[in-house]
């Protein structure tokens, strides 16, 4: 039960930093990152380092992680997407450059 708290906690919170995305001009800070990769942990684990079939975050170079997150949301998504063509549509382009920042910077 209290991880379903802190998940819908963590989902909630990445609602609302997506809903304000357009409401202001200034750069996501490394607390706005880390909020909005909250939702992230439960595929790409906990700081992005997974142990299973699906790929790590962690340490990747930030240019990677933006250009695939970007690739996910056009509109031809590439072979074998499941779910992260969904879930990137609800980012826009300044935070998936934050995202990919902030895990670019987990090690």
């Not at 909020?35 to 997974?50: E, I, R």
């Not at 170079?61 to 690739?71: D, G, I």
């Amino acid at each position: 039960m209290t991880s379903r708290l802190k998940t819908l906690g963590l989902f909630s919170a990445a609602a609302l930093l997506l809903a304000s995305g357009g409401a202001h001009a200034q750069a996501l800070s490394a607390a706005d990152a880390a909020v909005l990769a909250g939702p992230c942990a439960n595929c790409h684990g906990t700081d992005g380092k997974s142990n299973g079939k699906i790929p790590p975050l962690a340490g990747r170079p930030a240019a990677t992680l933006a250009a695939m997150m970007k690739a996910f949301k056009g509109e031809t998504p590439p072979p074998g997407t499941t779910i992260m063509n969904r879930l990137s549509k609800g980012y826009t382009d300044e935070q998936i450059e934050a995202l990919a920042k902030h895990f670019a910077e987990k090690k």
